[in-house]
């Protein structure tokens, strides 16, 4: 089992910035990547970003390519997402995950899942 916990989502404003925490515990070493998905109101989640714990193998979404930035500490167990000129439409809660195979970018590709933290960016 592998427990995710996520931090540092708040209130803030257009053009700001913000830094998201994913801290994992438990069989960490069966992960091979960790991953963030977003679900704005009403809608499905999505893919934002994965990276792979050993390498640090990237790959964004179109919509934040270029603004968001994923990194991680693997001696920490942490995994952390920097946003960048957010905009409002990047009103979501944000979730990580953790994908014992690959670098995936659907859900059903996750196996484990934190609750999520809520970002939300005023106009």
């Known amino acids: 089992q592998v427990q995710l916990v996520e931090s540092g989502g708040r209130l803030v404003q257009a053009g700001g910035s913000l830094r998201l925490s994913c801290a994992a515990s438990?069989?960490?070493?069966?992960?091979?990547?960790v991953g963030w998905f977003r679900q704005p109101p009403g809608k499905e989640r999505e893919f934002v970003t994965t990276?792979?714990?050993?390498?640090?193998?990237?790959h964004y979404a179109m919509s934040v390519r270029g603004r968001f930035t994923v990194t991680r500490d693997s001696a920490k167990n942490m995994v952390y997402l920097q946003m960048d000129n957010l905009k409002p439409e990047d009103t979501a809660v944000y979730f990580c995950a953790a994908d014992r195979l690959g670098l995936g970018r659907r859900t059903y590709e996750y196996d484990y899942w934190g609750e999520g933290t809520q970002v939300t960016v005023s106009s």
């Open positions: 438990g069989q960490t070493s069966s992960v091979y990547a």
């Open positions: 990276i792979s714990l050993n390498a640090g193998t990237t």
